[in-house]
């Protein structure tokens, strides 16, 4: 335990706590302007394609920021040795694991959301690649997916019923990112106004 919180150097805490912030602010603005468009869309106030590419933008960057995050603790890979003779990347995420207490039940453990920011061109380059046939769609919202035996290809979507966004065939369930990037800001903000320190 001990030896963990020494990876980061204490003056350096303030670098990763500002760095982390950068990705949950830019989150969370895009959550609170797709918030505001579902809710039109619940309450029938908009078609639900008024504003597609918009709420599609926000999400998309939801699952980004958090892809973003999700490095921090699970790099792909180890990096050179630091000064303790142990991998650098390794060893700032295990560190970071233990401070935020980020379990293998958190939602960003997901390797599809952290390649989400560093593959993006190359996953894209494999989708268009499959063969489409059919109908293609590169924006939609709906209630919930259909199944069509006509062979349709998505680029980007949103379900409202399930809350769940997809893009190039990967689907994602918003909420619970949303409510893990939540808990880490409220500890970073926390962390910020005491001094920009992770806890000793």
């Known amino acids: 335990m001990e030896e963990n919180l020494t990876t980061i150097w204490t003056p350096h805490h303030a670098f990763y706590i500002q760095s982390m912030l950068f990705n949950t602010n830019s989150a969370f603005q895009s959550c609170s302007i797709a918030e505001k468009i579902v809710k039109k869309i619940s309450d029938g106030e908009i078609d639900p394609q008024a504003k597609k590419d918009i ?39 295990s560190y970071l694991r233990e401070v935020f207490d980020v379990g293998e039940s958190s939602p960003l453990v997901n390797r599809g959301l952290r390649n989400s920011i560093e593959h993006f061109d190359e996953r894209l380059d494999l989708y268009v690649q499959q063969g489409m046939v059919g109908y293609i769609f590169p924006s939609l919202i709906l209630p919930e997916p259909e199944d069509s035996e006509v062979p349709h290809h998505i680029f980007r979507a949103y379900y ?13 369930e918003i909420q619970p990112i949303v409510n893990e990037l939540a808990r880490i800001h409220d500890l970073l903000m926390k962390f910020d106004q ?3 320190v992770f806890p000793t």
């Not at 409202?160 to 994602?172: A, N, P, S």
């Open 194 to 196: 005491k001094g920009g």
């Open 160 to 172: 409202l019923k399930q809350g769940i966004f997809q893009i190039l065939g990967e689907r994602y």
């Open 55 to 93: 709420l599609l933008d926000c999400l998309q960057n939801v699952v980004n920021q958090s892809g973003a995050i999700s490095r921090y603790f699970f790099p792909s890979r180890d990096g050179p040795k630091g000064a303790s003779g142990k991998s650098l990347h390794k060893d700032r995420a």
